[in-house]
């Protein structure tokens, strides 16, 4: 038995659709080819996804390609139970999956949807959003998925699995062209190297001038400049197998700036000097600092199979992982500082080093009895350093401008003030787990499966801030977003008095699951779980951090989700279709709720209450004739907050209860078709896809509506027989529809990603074999 080493896979994934439309033009359709299997490592062995009783999504490398899904950022296109919270800077963006996830800014809290890369789970949400390079395949695993996976996989996980070594020569070149000026380039080259070892090496490098144009600097925006490698090494020998993998990637991003798109007023108006009320179609803004993100990337994994007591598999997985991200913030959004609106630059760097071990026993499961168990050790280590700086002026002796603003004098530096502030940030998180399931089978057709997960976790924080000063006299000053209080807090309200917080917390868990899956034949599964998920405790250490009240440590998160699924295929194999029904009830929701510090009512992030997320999906899959292919999906959620905590001045319930969470769409859906034919010496591939996201809110509350959208793909390509060189050029949204993936401040901040505008672009794609 081999585990995840060489996961062979050859198929397109599973998405969802009309299966009803699907059943009737299978009846009129002949039919010569099947749906492929797929094999996953979704339970860490590996497993024919159709075998699986949990709601899972695997998508190849290939069909990454072919839809141009070049980051996770993208993954919601293919897989409709998943949408993506996009911040200024990947430090501070989050995946959300079935309408739950973790948005905060501060430095010690986790993810509430985990990204394992090759068997190592990623500290930080930011980490997982570098370029999705030569991948075998990726799982997402929708709900809880701590008994085999750990504690911050509350709300689900994404697995990315790499291409490895083969057994003879391969080389791979693909180069991309698209409208923008947008270049993508990649190469790979593997084969053997000596007797039971291969290895497989991977460059790549892209570049985008932007889709947002900044005229204070007469340039676009919102574009990148990405480059990376990596390497791996494959042994495959007698009882054995390892894979060693070193991996570095880069990024120098001029991303993500907030664009205006309603008045903030007359004269802010005109001072931005560009037609401000156009919504969601705003591509102009006007910035004096131009919003970047730099991320830094590299990593070492090993991955060791021994085959030992001769039915059983041990797994021995090392990992190493360093994260460096610099943010660039321009937080005003105006090119200059005037009288009663004040300039605000941000500059932060957070570095993340993690190191974890995991050890597995996986037996024989080919027996009626099988499992595995294990344990894991890791520890990070998230260093932030952030500065604030501020120009403020409530008076000016220059002149009113045309806008009828008066800039401040910068010149001046006595009505005209600098308020400054610098914090630094260390945060320490160690985890210890023993896990264990195991699956009986009753018969060939009835088997439960239990599992359970201990869990120790360890969190310190470190962080110090002065109060504010005035950059050009050093003397005590606050502004806007720079307090006057130390990071401590005073004595009088309960703080140290010094400039330094600290704080510790450790916790300990028992999370697991229980399911049953009955399978009448071998095309045709039921099953049914229940799950006890797990998120540790946290802190909210961000650069404004105060002592006591956020000094004050933050809960676990507690989830209990039930889900009931069928896995199916009909007509030999040429239909699929796996459906999904689930409820997932979160208890001490981490969360920004309503507190009170000393007789004033702030928002922190606390555990804020009881949320709950319900719905059901279904994936489909229709292959009638050989070379086409039709799919489909549809996800419903109404994930929404039970009960927050009463407000703490008055005691009432939270205006909140009752409303949908952030992020969270209630419809999803996605159709799409790809169809190859042999043309004799040629051979013309034709794709189409479309995807629809509901109506959704960025904030708590209901705050910054999101319409929905539908966006329409195509390509269309041509190749040589073999399929050793094709070129495909591609129609991204054709109809050239807008939308926002962010909404802050009722449309005065709003993130437009690339895919918002309509934009065509060509493939040139190249193999060796």
């Known amino acids: 038995m081999k585990q995840s080493i060489k996961a062979v896979i050859s198929t397109r994934p599973l998405l969802a659709g009309s299966s009803l439309a699907m059943l009737a033009l299978a009846m009129a359709t002949p039919a010569h080819a099947q749906v492929e299997e797929i094999v996953v490592t979704a339970q860490k062995v590996e497993e024919n996804v159709q075998d699986i009783p949990i709601a899972i999504t695997a998508i190849t490398g290939d069909k990454l390609a072919e839809t141009g899904t070049v980051s996770l950022e ?4 293919l897989v409709p139970s998943v949408t993506f919270r996009k911040g200024t800077t990947s430090a501070n963006s989050a995946i959300i999956m079935r309408g739950v996830g973790t948005i905060t800014f501060s430095v010690a809290a986790e993810p509430s949807v985990s990204t394992v890369v090759d068997g190592i789970v990623l500290s930080r949400s930011g980490q997982a959003f570098s370029d999705l390079l030569d991948l075998e395949r990726i799982e997402v695993l929708r709900g809880p998925q701590g008994t085999l996976f750990g504690k911050n996989a509350s709300a689900g996980l994404v697995n990315m699995v790499s291409k490895g070594g083969t057994d003879s020569l391969e080389a791979d070149l693909r180069a991309e062209y698209y409208e923008g000026d947008e270049y993508r380039a990649k190469a790979s080259i593997s084969g053997p190297i000596a007797q039971d070892l291969s290895a497989r090496l991977t460059g790549f490098y892209g570049s985008y001038d932007g889709n947002i144009n900044n005229t204070f600097f007469d340039t676009q925006v919102n574009g990148y400049e990405h480059y990376g490698a990596r390497g791996i090494v494959d042994y495959d020998g007698d009882g054995a197998r390892l894979r060693i993998i070193a991996d570095f990637f880069k990024a120098n991003d001029d991303c993500c700036a907030d664009v205006t798109g309603v008045s903030r007023g007359a004269v802010l108006d005109a001072e931005l000097g560009f037609p401000v009320a156009l919504g969601i179609e705003q591509r102009t803004v006007n910035h004096n600092l131009i919003t970047e993100t730099r991320d830094r990337q590299w990593s070492l994994t090993s991955n060791l199979d021994v085959d030992i007591l001769n039915d ?21 959004f105006l090119p200059r500082a005037i009288v009663g609106t004040a300039q605000l630059h941000d500059e932060g760097f957070v570095t993340t080093d993690q190191m974890s071990a995991e050890i597995r026993l996986a037996s024989d499961q080919a027996k009626p009895f099988f499992y595995q168990v294990g344990a894991f050790i890791w520890h990070s280590d998230n260093k932030q350093d952030f500065t604030r700086r501020d120009i403020v002026c409530a008076s000016s002796t220059l002149p009113l401008a045309a806008s009828g603003a008066r800039p401040c004098n910068l010149a001046d530096n006595v009505n005209t003030t600098r308020p400054t502030a610098t914090s630094a940030s260390d945060v320490n998180s160690s985890n210890l787990a023993f896990f264990g399931q195991a699956t009986y089978r009753f018969t060939d057709q009835l088997s439960v499966t239990g599992g359970l997960r201990w869990t120790r976790d360890v969190l310190s924080y470190t962080h110090t801030r002065a109060p504010g000063v005035n950059a050009v006299t050093g003397l005590p000053l606050s502004g806007p977003g720079v307090s006057g209080n130390p990071a401590g807090g005073t004595i ?75 896995k199916s295929q009909f007509w030999d194999r040429k239909i699929q279709v796996n459906t999904a029904l689930f409820q997932a009830t979160y208890d001490g929701f981490q969360a920004n709720n309503f507190i009170l510090l000393n007789n004033q009512l702030i928002t922190n992030l606390t555990n804020a209450g009881t949320v ?54 209630k419809w999803s859906w996605n159709v799409g078709g790809e169809y190859e034919a042999d043309l004799g010496a040629l051979k013309l591939y034709l794709a189409s896809a479309f995807n629809h996201v509901g109506s959704q809110f960025s904030d708590l509350g209901e705050g910054g509506p999101l319409p929905s959208y539908g966006i329409w793909n195509a390509s269309v390509g041509v190749g040589d027989a073999d399929d050793k060189y094709r070129l495909t050029f591609h129609a991204r949204n054709i109809g050239d529809t807008s939308y926002a993936l962010l909404n802050v401040s009722n449309g005065q901040r709003y993130q437009i990603p690339r895919d918002a505008d309509r934009y065509f672009g060509v493939t040139l794609s190249a193999k060796i074999r």
């Open 74 to 77: 993208n993954i919601g296109k």
């Open 492 to 566: 009088a309200n309960g703080g140290n008095g010094t400039n330094t917080s600290f704080g510790n917390s450790s916790n300990n868990n028992i999370s697991g699951k229980v399911s049953a899956q009955f399978e009448p034949n071998d095309d045709l599964l039921f099953y049914g779980s229940f799950t006890r998920g797990y998120k540790g405790p946290a802190f909210n250490v961000f650069f404004n951090h105060t002592a006591p009240n956020n000094a004050v440590p933050i809960d676990e998160e507690l989830s209990d989700a039930f889900e009931v699924g069928m």
């Open 312 to 332: 059983h598999v041990l797994s021995v997985i090392l990992g190493y992982r360093n994260w460096q991200n610099t943010e660039i913030r321009e937080g005003d």
């Open 612 to 665: 709950r997320t319900k719905g059901f999906e279904v994936d489909a899959l229709f292959a009638p004739i050989e070379g086409l292919s039709l799919n489909g999906s549809v996800a419903y959620a109404d994930a929404r907050v039970l009960r927050f905590n009463p407000n703490p001045r008055n005691n009432d319930p939270d205006a909140r209860n009752g409303t949908r969470l952030p992020l969270a769409p």
